[in-house]
């Protein structure tokens, strides 16, 4: 007679083992680590290089302003509380200053944008004067910017027919009512307003200057 057969052996359970990105995110969640847990020099060495990691790769101001705009490629903007510190056409007459604030995020803008900067003037003098201060800031030098694409008029309502003509992906304004007349035809944009307006549609946005839209100031 054969002798009955043993039973099978149970083969033992194995572990799933812990993958570099549980491990990190173990690490650097002090919550997922079990209680009474005391995590070695060796571990808190690496959660530091993962913490420091985490803080040096932050995006850069090229990649905030291209997020922002949604990849748009053609942008218009008027000029007067925007790019410059001037507020009204009568001031321009005497001079234009261009906020030293702004500069980055316009120049990042031109990198990868078709910008139109556009402005309603009195007169010639006007003109002049936006030209040097855009000049003297390096905007055409530095950036994509050319003087072709510094358009000027001599009504709000021409500044409204020249961005009909562009068709921008966005377009950045000061005048509510500019903004609230082109929300049917432009995709998206942006209400520079120092008090903050009821938000007249979905497809515009506002903040106080343009800076702060793209977190620089």
């Not at 194995?14 to 969640?29: C, D, F, K, R, V």
């Not at 571990?43 to 040096?56: C, G, I, S, T």
């Not at 030293?100 to 003037?121: A, N, P």
Request: charged share 25%; with cysteine; glycine share 4%.
């Amino acid at each position: 007679m054969r002798p009955p057969a043993a039973p099978p052996r149970r083969q033992p359970k194995l572990q799933a083992p812990i993958t570099s990105s549980s491990a990190i995110s173990t690490l650097s969640n002090p919550t997922l680590m079990p209680s009474g847990f005391c995590p070695s020099s060796e571990d808190l060495r690496a959660k530091n290089v993962v913490d420091e990691f985490f803080q040096l790769v932050k995006p850069t101001l090229g990649q905030i302003v291209r997020q922002k705009l949604s990849e748009g490629r053609k942008v218009t903007c008027r000029v007067l509380g925007v790019i410059l510190e001037e507020s009204s056409p009568e001031e321009l007459q005497k001079q234009a200053t261009v906020k030293s604030s702004v500069l980055d995020v316009l120049l990042e803008i031109t990198k990868f944008c078709d910008l139109y900067l556009m402005e309603r003037v009195i007169d010639d003098e006007s003109e002049r004067n936006v030209l040097l201060a855009l000049e003297n800031a390096g905007i055409f030098t530095s950036g994509g910017l050319v003087k072709d694409k510094v358009l000027f008029c001599s009504t709000e309502k021409g500044r409204t027919s020249f961005v009909r003509q562009l068709e921008p992906d966005w377009h950045i304004d000061t005048n509510p009512e500019i903004v609230s007349q082109l929300a049917r035809f432009i995709k998206y944009q942006l209400h520079v307003s120092p008090v903050r307006p009821e938000r007249s549609a979905a497809n515009v946005f506002s903040s106080p200057s343009l800076e702060h839209f793209f977190g620089t100031v």
